[in-house]
């Protein structure tokens, strides 16, 4: 059983460094765990934690946002800083709700860093691999 | 219940409605209102959340009897504060309230149960879930009136509302859907802040925006409609009218605007540990951003596991 568990991963990427950053993974060739779905925004600060919880609960196994790297990197400016801050106010209420942490990721990823995107979607698959589905699925 | 803070305006109701069923109230019986035939009474409000037995075989019972309900308070609504039971279970909320608080002296481990025998006799207890639920959980609800307790000014308009037969869409909320803030008097200057402090480590400034000064006030997640009268009180905003229909979840809601505002100069340069330490100023998260709507909420409680 444990082994056939293949996990369903959400990944937001921000348009400007981490959706290229992936983009530059596929026109490498780079292959990369096939456990990712992309879902595209503007900004990593544009994830509402909302969307975070709304995954899980409709039985996402992990969630990964990605981001252009603090200190300067963000088109917006500030973004990348608000969706860290959300990130780590999000993990404290994962765990006063009893769901592993580790289920949900924040990466920094460029735009030129398509090993990096690979890297980090292999990690990240292994480790929610390791941890199992999603105990909300069942509920 | 508030009902009866629309004081005078109260015989003007009772003027236009025959009130059949109010235990808070009145000196009825449940046998009688058992005894009406299904459907035959206009209106129901129902208060309380869906915690134990007794609270569904009401919420079912008022569902087939009336032909609207509105869910009314916070409780009904979303869950109310005993809706932070979900972050337990009854067996871990039965030992902390009957074996483990210093001041209980219980030595044989007394606890409610649903049936025992005494004398032969066979006494029963409604027993209380482990998952607290608002209304629209257990029944179909019309609708919602938030607020712990609802404000007067709400509860008189929704009873015009009623008594004109002027109600709006089935399963809307009977106030306004905008934010707090929308109506709060305090300025905003949209600073950052790098500090939060609990109530009583600061005495708030009675003009500025209370998030602006680090306090933790539930303005930009909650539905207006209540005055903002705890604001008006120096008090920050506790979320008690739940979000708007625009928001899901108004725990996550919190954490995007709180996130949005949180923050040092030179924060960019930060490491996570650095940022750790910051977000850790909130205490109790759960408590503090869901205090009235756990139960609501997109998650609904704490994970329990299968052991």
């Given at each position: 059983m444990a082994n056939k568990f293949e996990p369903k991963i959400l990944g937001f990427l921000c348009n400007w460094c981490s959706y290229a950053g992936a983009d530059l993974a596929g026109t490498s060739r780079t292959q990369y765990s096939p456990n990712l779905r992309i879902i595209r925004v503007m900004c990593s600060g544009r994830v509402d934690p909302t969307f975070v919880l709304a995954a899980l609960k409709?039985?996402?196994?992990?969630?990964?946002?990605?981001?252009?790297?603090?200190?300067?990197?963000?088109?917006y400016l500030t973004g990348n800083l608000k969706a860290r801050r959300r990130y780590h106010l999000l993990l404290?209420?994962?765990?006063?709700?009893?769901?592993?942490?580790?289920?949900?990721?924040?990466?920094?990823?460029?735009?030129?860093?398509?090993?990096?995107?690979?890297?980090?979607?292999n990690e990240f698959t292994d480790q929610i691999r390791a941890l199992g589905p999603n105990p909300l699925e069942s509920s | 219940?508030?009902?009866?803070?629309?004081?005078?305006?109260?015989?003007?109701?009772?003027?236009?409605?025959?009130?059949?069923?109010?235990?808070?109230?009145?000196?009825?019986?449940?046998?009688?209102?058992?005894?009406?035939?299904?459907?035959?009474?206009?209106?129901?409000?129902?208060?309380?959340?869906?915690?134990?037995?007794?609270?569904?075989?009401?919420?079912?019972?008022?569902?087939?009897?009336?032909?609207?309900?509105?869910?009314?308070?916070?409780?009904?609504?979303?869950?109310?504060?005993?809706?932070?039971?979900?972050l337990t279970t009854t067996k871990e909320l039965f030992a902390t309230v009957y074996?483990?608080?210093?001041?209980?002296?219980?030595?044989?481990?007394?606890?409610?149960?649903?049936?025992?025998?005494?004398?032969?006799?066979?006494?029963?207890?409604?027993?209380?879930?482990?998952?607290?639920?608002?209304?629209?959980?257990?029944?179909?609800?019309?609708?919602?009136?938030p607020g712990c307790p609802p404000e007067v000014p709400l509860v008189e308009k929704a009873i015009e509302a009623i008594l004109t037969g002027k109600l709006p869409r089935k399963g809307e909320t009977l106030a306004p859907n905008r934010i707090l803030c929308d109506e709060c008097p305090r300025k905003r200057e949209e600073k950052k802040i790098s500090k939060i402090y609990r109530l009583q480590q600061i005495i708030p400034d009675q003009e500025k925006c209370l998030l602006d000064q680090g306090i933790i006030c539930l303005g930009p997640s909650t539905r207006m409609g209540c005055g903002a009268k705890c604001i008006e009180a120096n008090m920050p905003c506790r979320g008690c009218m739940g979000p708007t229909s625009k928001t899901l979840d108004q725990g996550a809601k919190m954490i995007a605007s709180l996130g949005s505002v949180l923050g040092l100069e030179g924060e960019e340069l930060m490491s996570e540990d650095e940022v750790r330490t910051m977000v850790d100023q909130v205490k109790d998260l759960v408590g503090t951003f869901y205090m009235f709507t756990l139960p609501a909420s997109i998650l609904k409680r704490k994970t329990m596991t299968q052991k």
């Amino acid at each position: 059983m444990a082994n056939k568990f293949e996990p369903k991963i959400l990944g937001f990427l921000c348009n400007w460094c981490s959706y290229a950053g992936a983009d530059l993974a596929g026109t490498s060739r780079t292959q990369y765990s096939p456990n990712l779905r992309i879902i595209r925004v503007m900004c990593s600060g544009r994830v509402d934690p909302t969307f975070v919880l709304a995954a899980l609960k409709n039985g996402v196994d992990g969630v990964l946002i990605a981001g252009c790297h603090p200190p300067s990197d963000c088109h917006y400016l500030t973004g990348n800083l608000k969706a860290r801050r959300r990130y780590h106010l999000l993990l404290k209420l994962l765990d006063q709700l009893g769901i592993e942490r580790q289920r949900v990721r924040l990466e920094w990823v460029s735009a030129s860093e398509g090993e990096k995107f690979a890297k980090v979607v292999n990690e990240f698959t292994d480790q929610i691999r390791a941890l199992g589905p999603n105990p909300l699925e069942s509920s | 219940m508030s009902i009866v803070d629309l004081a005078e305006k109260l015989t003007d109701v009772f003027n236009a409605v025959e009130v059949v069923f109010w235990p808070t109230a009145f000196d009825q019986k449940l046998k009688e209102f058992i005894q009406l035939p299904d459907g035959s009474v206009d209106l129901g409000f129902y208060h309380g959340s869906i915690a134990n037995e007794e609270n569904k075989e009401i919420a079912e019972l008022l569902r087939k009897k009336t032909k609207t309900i509105i869910a009314f308070g916070a409780c009904a609504c979303h869950g109310g504060v005993p809706g932070l039971a979900n972050l337990t279970t009854t067996k871990e909320l039965f030992a902390t309230v009957y074996k483990e608080t210093p001041s209980t002296e219980n030595p044989d481990f007394t606890e409610p149960l649903s049936e025992t025998k005494v004398d032969g006799y066979s006494l029963h207890l409604p027993k209380k879930f482990d998952t607290v639920q608002c209304l629209h959980d257990c029944v179909d609800v019309d609708y919602y009136l938030p607020g712990c307790p609802p404000e007067v000014p709400l509860v008189e308009k929704a009873i015009e509302a009623i008594l004109t037969g002027k109600l709006p869409r089935k399963g809307e909320t009977l106030a306004p859907n905008r934010i707090l803030c929308d109506e709060c008097p305090r300025k905003r200057e949209e600073k950052k802040i790098s500090k939060i402090y609990r109530l009583q480590q600061i005495i708030p400034d009675q003009e500025k925006c209370l998030l602006d000064q680090g306090i933790i006030c539930l303005g930009p997640s909650t539905r207006m409609g209540c005055g903002a009268k705890c604001i008006e009180a120096n008090m920050p905003c506790r979320g008690c009218m739940g979000p708007t229909s625009k928001t899901l979840d108004q725990g996550a809601k919190m954490i995007a605007s709180l996130g949005s505002v949180l923050g040092l100069e030179g924060e960019e340069l930060m490491s996570e540990d650095e940022v750790r330490t910051m977000v850790d100023q909130v205490k109790d998260l759960v408590g503090t951003f869901y205090m009235f709507t756990l139960p609501a909420s997109i998650l609904k409680r704490k994970t329990m596991t299968q052991k």
